[in-house]
């Protein structure tokens, strides 16, 4: 018990302790501040800008950015779904595989530019080594450059005062990827490789088991095919970037892409780091500690609260895996607990808390398979996306969900203190308020427009593997992964169909770019705003009681547009459990 | 106005009339305003049509259920409507009493002031501005105007409220009179400055009434708020029933769920609380500031008062009583103290102004000297003038002055005296007392200095440590020197002083403060005041005061009281935090909604879920009819308190947010489990719902 607590309490220091000092690290970059790789990058850099013609001192308004942000996603859209059509004839394909349907390319160019990286495939029997890498992997990086190159839009325009300016986001997308991005996910690489994940380009390899396997109606199995490609590459900005579109079907669970305890503490701590680290450039980078620590603390005890529950839930089971008493699912002298759909090499404590991890996160890689958590545990990591992915959430898209329910919440709670509202001493007025709504909403009438469709369409129950209560949970978790832009799916729930495709494509679009430019506005508009004066009458938004507002505020907003939906789901099954 | 501290309750007349327009505010395009609202006003349509259809067989749900449903969401709508027009009956009574006052009349045209008996009439709805006009005493004035020549006593009361006359006349601060108002003593011309319908009771009629009321923009960004979330739950019980038919395709039984009972869900959750409140709220906050005699321009002046975190304050008046008091005398110069008094009080004994009086009660107190009849004794008073800046008399060829140390300086160095270096020690010790000293001379000699102290008022110390709690940092400004003017700030407890204030340095401090992101508060009533107010964020001007400055200002104070701008804050952030409080409350309500509601759904398909009927309510319809009736009755219920806005504390933001939090917050979380819960079993034991 203890050993198990620890166990959870260590992942969570470790996550903070590295992230502090990145938080930092990043600030510095994206201030063009001198920082240790300053030296070999600079030259890098300049370079870059002299070749693509950037004027790195431009600082672009709110609009034009916008557009650079939809131009650069549109031709990274194009490029991947031609790549998926055409893989057939492109190189790097050893196992000659085809080019996808139009609604799959569609469903995963959109999943991958959009950083959700649902997948309604397996890697390793659907795409091309070509695809993978150099469609895939390049939006691992970029898409979630993107995203913190916009947050970093809205740190900005809290920062600037009267200005017009917000950066330039060619300058920002080449920092991220040259600074953070790449440097981070070559020591991920090297660490993987270093335990055992592929990294080449050869065939798929038949090997001969070495303990033959007899199924139930008698076929011996002797050999297997172990798929091969350039995998750790891939799974490094996969965890880094809140990517986790899996190189295998099976993703993280996947012993070539998560080969050792080693690798899997390396990947579940890379999958929040750079979120986490992101609270900490805010308050750096506004030049106020106290801000940052405030946000970090209010995802932190959320995150704490998931993780809590999933734990306490798959370690106590339920009645049905007891057996009345027949089965041993205490946790003395064995792991107990519910192991259904997870690897035995991870056990309780490492599944949960991945699977904590990866929905705050709007990551959506598995180490286990969540359809087969308890309802309640189940429920939590449907939850989590529900929320808005605002628990630390995607690479910076996490965080300017966050600050966009930070306005509502300075918005009610500012005009109970009597005044009119404002964040970070920038007034909140009608058009920051439109704003902000679509960033905190755009992810429930996504989920709930998706999900309420598909209920309504005769052959998506022919996609359940489950009746009932349950079946209707691995529905709405299908939409809330792709609401939340997370990816991660409830195993057993077909979604490689016109209808789900499409759907799901569209939902994702529409939570990542309405947030992300309903963000960009709200800056254009907070950077010209004056600077409002601190005094004892100001809302203050660092202290316990903001910080359980914020929590307050996210929860009331995921709880009012959930519950009727959860009650029809894991609710309705824990109870149907009980009796 | 009339209407001063009458609850709008107690005025039967006024509810009636309430009642009458919350049925008249049924119209759409009325209910199109608060889009809230319409949504409710479109359920109760659909529910009607719903009623209807059941009649004919066509029904998804009892009958009898579909029907109190229907009703219900009506009378939703019928408060919304009540809460409004009860708000706006005060400002309509208000409205009607200066209609009264304001009525077409007679007025005398004159070509030119030289030309006073050259008096055309004409109606006063036909002058235009730049006329000329004479009022008599007894006639009431035709238009809003500048005195241009002559003086007289104007009954104001028909504005004001306050029925002792004021004089007004030509040049100076005293010049502007107002349409509407009468004449009692002597004349006046006066020259046109607003033309018909324009005019400051026109004004005055359409923002009391709220004709002219425009959203504001803070209302507009929680309107905002409001249609977000509701449009959030218009899908989630569309996509409810979507649920719905797939769980219970999956069940193989029939959808449980009917549209009357989702449309009930809907109106439930949606922020109806709040949204009938709204405009409620906002009217009751600009009728609070009419009643303290404050008229807003517009409503967004009432909201940046609650912002406002500088407050610049006069002092005469609102920090001192308006008049300095004599409070020692101290012989110089070897000079006796009874001779300087008694030269003090013959000094004064002609000057009526409150400081010289001051001088006579204080020698007859200490020395028991008494009044002296000027005529017998041939004294001949010398007035203050701004020239020699020294007033006294002259009598039996002595002569006796006082005034400004450096005006005595020069009086008696002139005539030959010696300014001592004596006089000079105790002039500079009053001063850093915070007091003025008045030097007496008599005969060109000094003979000692009157202590003349400013009586700061009582409470005021108090009540800028409250402001100053609340983050308001206030300002004196005074005309006084440095010195004295750091002395009275530190007794005061003011934040900061702007001494020898003159115009520009006002406008300049306003900016200054302005540049670092402050929110500024003034007052002022002369036109050189106008630039500064024009530049505050607030700006109050004095009724009294001077058209330019009644322009500049975004609020008037008809009382023309300086201490006004601080229940203005008050009234400001009064304002803001019910509209907060109510809001919070309303989305706090929905939990207890969800909980009474989504078990009665949904218990026929999972009877597991039943364990979420903490409220252990009856039956599915009793839950939904006790939901939507908790829904209906909390607008009545908060009615009194949109009107009179939640309590106002002068303590920190973070205590206040606490205080509000726990009450309206919590208190929304908890009150309609028991309310609801409470209405379930009246249903029940009235055999309403079986």
Redesign the interface.
């Known amino acids: 018990m203890t050993n198990t607590i620890l166990q959870y309490v260590l992942y969570l220091v470790i996550l903070v302790v590295l992230a502090i000092p990145l938080g930092n690290y990043i600030g510095k970059v994206m201030n063009g501040e001198r920082v240790f790789l300053s030296r070999i990058l600079i030259p890098c850099e300049n370079a870059m800008y002299r070749l693509l013609h950037v004027d790195k001192e431009e600082s672009m308004g709110w609009k034009k950015y916008a557009a650079c942000v939809l131009l650069f996603s549109g031709f990274g859209f194009i490029l991947l779904f031609l790549f998926h059509l055409l893989q057939g004839a492109l190189p790097l394909n050893p196992e000659g595989l085809p080019g996808t349907s139009w609604h799959l390319a569609f469903n995963t160019t959109s999943s991958f530019v959009t950083n959700t990286n649902w997948q309604a495939y397996s890697g390793e029997s659907t795409l091309s080594y070509f695809t993978q890498m150099m469609g895939l992997t390049v939006q691992n990086f970029v898409s979630a450059a993107t995203g913190i190159a916009v947050l970093f839009v809205l740190i900005r325009a809290f920062t600037k005062v009267q200005e017009k300016g917000l950066g330039n986001f060619w300058v920002d997308m080449t920092r991220i990827n040259l600074y953070v991005m790449i440097p981070i996910c070559l020591v991920i690489t090297i660490g993987l490789v270093w335990q055992g994940v592929p990294q080449n380009f050869n065939a798929y390899e038949t090997v001969t088991l070495v303990e033959p396997i007899t199924l139930e109606d008698g076929t011996v199995i002797t050999e297997q095919i172990v798929p091969m490609g350039p995998a750790a590459s891939q799974i490094a900005p996969k965890q880094a970037g809140t990517n986790g579109g899996g190189f295998f079907g099976v993703n993280s669970a996947h012993p070539l892409e998560n080969p050792t305890p080693f690798s899997n503490l390396l990947e579940m701590i890379s999958l929040l780091l750079i979120p986490v680290a992101l609270c900490f450039t805010f308050g750096r980078n506004i030049k106020d500690k106290k801000q940052g620590r405030a946000i970090f603390i209010a995802m932190f005890f959320m995150l704490v609260l998931a993780l809590g529950i999933i734990a306490v839930c798959e370690q106590s089971a339920t009645p049905q895996l007891a057996q009345n008493g027949a089965v041993d699912i205490s946790m003395i002298d064995q792991a107990g607990g519910n192991m259904e759909g997870k690897e035995t090499r991870f056990g309780i404590a490492t599944s949960s808390t991945w699977a904590a991890f990866t929905t705050a996160a709007s990551n959506g890689s598995v180490n286990s398979m969540h359809d087969s958590y308890t309802p309640l545990g189940g429920m939590i990591t449907m939850l989590q996306m529900q929320l808005g992915e605002v628990i630390f959430g995607g690479v910076g898209c996490g965080l300017y969900g966050m600050l966009a329910f930070a306005i509502l919440a300075v918005f009610i709670a500012g005009l109970m203190v009597g005044r009119t509202p404002e964040y970070l001493g920038k007034k909140i007025e009608p058009y920051e308020m439109k704003m902000a709504v679509m960033v905190c909403l755009a992810t429930p009438v996504g989920i709930l427009i998706g999900s309420g469709l598909a209920s309504l369409v005769p052959e998506v129950a022919n996609s359940l593997n489950n009746a009932g209560a349950h079946g209707f949970s691995e529905l709405l978790y299908a939409y809330s992964s792709a609401g939340g832009n997370n990816g991660s799916a409830f195993a057993g729930f077909n979604a490689n169909t016109v209808f789900l495709n499409v759907t799901i494509g569209l939902v994702m679009l529409f939570v990542r770019f309405v947030p992300m430019i309903a963000t960009l506005a709200i800056a254009g508009s907070l950077v010209q705003k004056k600077k409002v004066a601190v005094s004892a009458g100001t809302l203050p938004t660092h202290n316990a009681l903001f910080i359980g507002l914020l929590i307050f505020v996210v929860l009331l907003v995921g709880a009012l547009s959930f519950f009727p939906a959860l009650a029809l789901g894991p609710i309705a099954e824990y109870f149907q459990m009980l009796i | 106005m009339s209407t001063k501290n009458k609850s709008a309750f107690s005025n039967k007349k006024m509810v009636w009339r309430a009642i009458k327009d919350s049925f008249k505010k049924l119209n759409p395009k009325t209910q199109l305003q608060n889009p809230v609202m319409f949504l409710v006003y479109i359920s109760a349509l659909l529910t009607t049509a719903l009623a209807v259809l059941a009649f004919f067989g066509i029904r998804d749900a009892n009958t009898g259920f579909i029907i109190a449903v229907a009703v219900i969401l009506w009378f939703t709508v019928l408060f919304a409507n009540f809460a409004e027009a009860i708000a706006e009956g005060r400002g309509k009574a208000q409205a009607d009493s200066l209609r009264a006052a304001k009525k077409d009349v007679q007025a005398h045209k004159i070509p030119s002031i030289d030309k006073k008996d050259m008096v055309t009439d004409i109606s006063s709805a036909n002058l235009v501005k730049g006329d000329l006009v004479i009022v008599h005493a007894g006639e009431q004035i035709p238009a809003d105007g500048e005195v241009v020549d002559g003086a007289a006593s104007v009954d104001e009361s028909a504005i004001t409220g306050e029925s002792a006359p004021v004089i007004r006349e030509s040049g100076g601060d005293r010049s502007a009179v107002t349409g509407g108002t009468t004449v009692i003593s002597d004349w006046l011309i006066v020259q046109v400055t607003s033309e018909a319908g324009e005019s400051f009771l026109d004004k005055m009629i359409a923002m009391v009434e709220g004709a002219a009321r425009k959203k504001t923009?803070?209302e507009?960004?929680?309107q905002?708020?409001l249609v977000?979330?509701s449009?959030?739950?218009l899908?989630?019980t569309?996509?409810?029933?979507?649920?719905?038919?797939?769980?219970a395709?999956?069940?193989g039984i029939v959808n449980p769920t009917s549209v009357t009972a989702l449309v009930a869900l809907l109106v439930c959750?949606a922020p109806t609380t709040i949204g009938a409140l709204l405009s409620a709220i906002g009217i009751a906050g600009m009728s609070r500031l009419n009643q303290a005699n404050v008229l807003a321009m517009s409503g967004r002046a009432i909201?940046?008062a609650?912002?406002v975190?500088i407050l610049m304050l006069d002092k005469t008046g609102t920090i001192t009583l308006g008049n300095r008091q004599a409070c020692d005398f101290i012989p110089v110069d070897g000079c006796n103290k009874e001779e300087l008094a008694d030269a003090a009080q013959l000094s004064s004994l002609a000057d009526e102004t409150p400081e010289g009086r001051s001088v006579v009660v204080l020698a007859k107190e200490q020395f028991g000297i008494r009044g002296r009849n000027m005529g017998e004794m041939q004294i001949e008073f010398v007035p203050f003038t701004a020239k020699t800046r020294m007033s006294g008399v002259n009598f039996q060829g002595n002569e006796i002055r006082k005034g400004a140390a450096d005006a005595m300086k020069a009086y008696v160095e002139e005539g030959g005296g010696k300014y001592s270096d004596e006089c000079d020690t105790v002039v500079k010790k009053i001063a850093n007392l915070g007091g003025t000293p008045l030097v007496v001379a008599k005969n060109h000699k000094i003979l000692g200095v009157i202590h003349l102290k400013d009586i700061i008022k009582q409470g005021v110390k108090e009540k800028f440590a409250d402001l100053?709690?609340?983050?308001?940092?206030t300002i004196m400004i005074t005309g006084d020197n440095p010195l004295t003017a750091a002395a009275i700030a530190a007794e005061a407890g003011v934040d900061d002083f702007l001494a020898e204030a003159t115009p520009e340095s006002k406008l300049q401090m306003i900016r200054s403060f302005q540049s670092?992101?402050?929110?500024v508060a003034m007052t002022g009533d002369g036109t050189n005041d106008a630039p500064a107010l024009a530049q505050a964020d607030v700006a109050v001007a004095m009724n009294t005061g001077t058209q330019a400055a009644k322009e500049a200002g975004n609020m008037v104070d008809l009382d023309s009281s300086p201490t006004k701008l601080i229940d203005i804050v008050r009234i400001?952030?009064?304002l803001?935090?019910t509209?907060?409080?109510l809001?919070?409350f309303s989305?706090a309500n929905?939990?207890a909604k969800?909980f009474a509601i989504?078990?009665a759904l949904?218990m026929g398909?999972?009877?597991?879920?039943a364990?979420?009927n903490i409220m252990n309510l009856h039956s599915a319809e009793s839950a939904i009819l006790s939901a939507v009736i908790y829904n209906a009755l909390i607008i009545v219920a908060l009615i009194p308190l949109a009107l009179k806005g939640v309590k106002?504390r002068e303590v920190?933001?973070?205590k206040?947010?606490?205080r509000?939090?726990l009450v309206?917050?919590l208190g929304g979380i908890i009150a309609p489990f028991i309310a609801v819960k409470v209405i379930d079993v009246v249903l029940v034991a009235t055999g309403l719902v079986v």
């Open positions: 923009p803070n507009i960004a929680l905002i708020l977000a979330l449009i959030i739950f899908l989630v569309v996509s409810l029933y979507a649920y719905s038919v797939f769980s395709n999956q069940a959750l909201e940046a609650g912002d975190d100053r709690k609340m983050g308001i940092k670092q992101g402050h929110l400001g952030k009064q803001l935090m509209r907060g409080s809001t919070t989305i929905d939990i969800y989504i078990p949904f398909l999972y009877p597991g879920l364990a979420l106002y920190p933001a973070s206040l947010l606490s509000n939090l309206y917050g």
